[in-house]
């Protein structure tokens, strides 16, 4: 089974290139129109990719310190769907999928850092 860190960095850079590359598509599902220009997409979409790059490539408590900063942006992004959901700004259907992404990332995070810490654990038990 594939480290959860890792496969949230990769979860994090495909959604990254999803909003560079196709900005419109993204915008929709995210908001319920395209914008124009989708530049905010897009600037989303560089933040994931280079969050999902850094993390899947750091090591050691570096790696921690990035899975952690991932999981504080995920939880505010849920906080903030959450909000426009509750103000009428963002329709339920629209607002629903993206705090359960982020709530998902969020644990997928915590999963990580818990099964990291686990493993070291485990490594100080054996000597």
């Excluded at 959604?15 to 900005?23: L, R």
């Excluded at 850094?54 to 310190?65: K, Q």
């Excluded at 999981?71 to 629209?94: E, H, I, N």
């Excluded at 607002?95 to 995070?109: F, N, Q």
Aim: proline share 5%; glycine share 12%.
């Amino acid at each position: 089974m594939m480290n959860p860190v890792t496969l949230l960095s990769l979860g994090l850079i495909a959604v990254g290139v999803a909003s560079i590359s196709k900005p419109d598509l993204v915008s929709k599902q995210m908001m319920g129109s395209a914008q124009e220009p989708p530049v905010l997409t897009q600037w989303f979409g560089n933040r994931e990719i280079a969050l999902g790059v850094v993390t899947l490539l750091a090591r050691g408590s570096g790696r921690g310190t990035l899975v952690l900063a991932g999981v504080a942006v995920d939880a505010a992004d849920a906080g903030t769907a959450y909000a426009a959901m509750q103000s009428g700004t963002l329709p339920k259907k629209r607002a629903a999928p993206a705090i359960a992404v982020a709530v998902g990332a969020v644990l997928s995070g915590l999963i990580g850092l818990r099964s990291k810490k686990n493993k070291k654990t485990k490594s100080v038990e054996a000597v």
